[in-house]
């Protein structure tokens, strides 16, 4: 009888255990694997550059190769929807820029259509101010100067732009908005060919990148009178912010890291504190200082925040001024 009793109470242990559930598995850290970070934009230009010295911070941080693909076309939104669309583990990641906020309202048919919706921002990475620039041949030798002298002889001079519903186009657009000075428009496919006829006199004014602009400088051609950036840049510590003589004309070409949404707050985490440790690096500010390129340090609300202003922003601009996408 007591045999049969502790068999019974054996069993009945060994039933428990059974109906235990399972420990769940292990996952294993993220990263394990290498990442993909996407760019809108062509291999070889100060966007690309910057990209590539970030992801190879970033893989050294994370512990893992991120692979930077190129995705350009679409005003950027192949590269963007492509990341809008991926699987929210972590390992898809986004360069977004300016072009988020300004096709909303320059081409609606692009994807995404809500990037405050389709994107999880991560943190800022960096922007690049304009340098105004004026032919030496325009009789000015200020901000002040250029400005009067296009109100007195309105369509005299002709601007350049790297291409309709670029942020050059639309920072000008808004220069003429709220000064009233007016320039001709004269679309290029890129800085390059806009640069060549600057230096020819075809265009007289042109909103550059202060790397692209040094050389003309240099050798006389040009000269620069202010700064798009709300504040002054430490490079170039003497030229003006136009948004000291216009307020809300300030405006550069910004980088963000976004993710898929649903992206896991951890995951989140986890990249934001990679590409802080990644960005504090001091060889790379004293690469990209010179260059004209400021690095931003902003956790994802900036970033969101920033992306929010630029959506309002060129919702008002865009048709106020009868910019058309071509």
């Known amino acids: ?27 294993p850290a993220y990263p394990n694997r290498p990442l993909s970070l996407l760019i809108g934009y062509a291999p070889g230009g100060l966007t ?12 050294r941080e994370l512990g893992q190769t991120v692979v930077v ?42 994807t995404p259509r809500d990037p405050m919706r389709e994107l999880q921002p991560v943190g800022e990475v ?9 032919h ?18 309105p369509g005299k001079l002709n601007y350049g732009s790297s ?36 230096r020819a006199n075809r265009i007289q004014v042109f909103y550059a990148s202060p790397l692209d602009a040094e050389p003309l400088v240099k050798e006389g051609i040009i000269r620069l009178v202010a700064i798009s950036s709300e504040e002054r ?45 990644s960005l504090a690096d001091p060889a790379l500010a004293s690469r990209v200082v010179p260059q004209g390129v400021v690095i931003m340090p902003g956790d994802a609300a900036a970033l969101r925040d920033r992306l929010a202003r630029e959506i309002k922003l060129w919702a008002e601009v865009i048709p106020a001024t009868g910019i058309k996408a071509e």
Not at 51 to 56: F, G, K, L, P, T
Not at 250 to 257: E, I, R
């Open 233 to 277: 840049l430490a490079s170039l510590p003497d030229l003006p912010s136009v948004a000291e003589s216009f307020p809300g004309c300030a405006g550069v070409l910004w980088q963000g890291l976004f993710v898929p949404p649903g992206t896991p707050p951890e995951v989140q985490a986890r990249l934001h504190a990679a590409l802080r440790a």
């Open 69 to 110: 693909e190129n995705r350009s076309g679409g005003a950027t939104s192949i590269a963007s929807t492509a990341v809008a669309q991926a699987r929210p583990d972590g390992y898809t990641l986004l360069i977004g820029t300016n072009s988020l906020a300004i096709n909303l309202a320059l081409q609606p048919g692009l």
């Open 48 to 59: 690309d550059v910057m990209v590539r010295m970030i992801a190879e911070r970033l893989g």
């Open 163 to 198: 291409g309709s519903g670029s942020v050059n186009h639309l920072l000008t657009e808004l220069l003429m908005l709220k000064s009233g000075a007016r320039f001709e428009h004269v679309p290029y496919r890129g800085a390059g060919p806009a640069l060549i006829d600057l």
């Open 136 to 153: 030496s041949s325009v009789p000015v030798q200020d901000f002040k100067g250029l400005i009067d002298y296009a109100r007195a002889n």
């Open 126 to 134: 960096y922007y690049t101010p304009f340098a105004l620039a004026v």
């Open 1 to 27: 009888m007591i045999q049969i009793a502790t068999t019974r109470r054996r069993l009945l242990q060994a039933g428990s255990l059974l109906a235990m559930p399972a420990p769940a598995l292990a996952q």
